[in-house]
């Protein structure tokens, strides 16, 4: 499985950015996209999911109604729209995926075996 993660910049308070998650390797529609987030001392944090078959999303409650998390089936990418963005979603972003028919979605970063290799995200105040 190979993950390529991109979008991620420089942007004032109030902004938008859209991350992208390029994923191949094998067929996804078992599987659950997340991303997450890791702010310079902080550990990773969840910041939303998303399930490849069924679509069901999830979010952490920090994004909640700022951040829309969406997937092209065709195109194997799944998207991360980040709206109102605030100085403290300063981070390096990644996308991670894991195994997800008939198991619960999880949000725990130690569940999610794959990882793309992280974009930064800096909101500037």
């Known amino acids: 499985v190979q993950l390529q993660a991109s979008g991620g910049g420089l942007v004032q308070a109030g902004g938008s950015l859209r991350l992208s998650c390029a994923a191949s390797g094998r067929t996804f529609s078992d599987y659950a996209m997340g991303w997450f987030r890791q702010a310079p001392g902080k550990e990773r944090e969840f910041v939303a999911v998303i399930t490849w078959g069924a679509g069901s999303t999830y979010y952490a409650n920090s994004v909640k109604g700022r951040f829309t998390i969406s997937r092209d089936n065709a195109e194997n990418t799944v998207y991360l729209q980040m709206n109102s963005l605030k100085p403290e979603d300063t981070a390096v972003y990644y996308c991670?995926?894991?195994?997800?028919?008939?198991?619960?979605?999880?949000?725990?970063?130690?569940?999610?075996?794959?990882w793309g290799q992280g974009t930064l995200v800096t909101v500037s105040s």
């Open positions: 991670a995926v894991r195994w997800s028919r008939g198991v619960p979605v999880t949000t725990t970063p130690g569940s999610y075996p794959y």
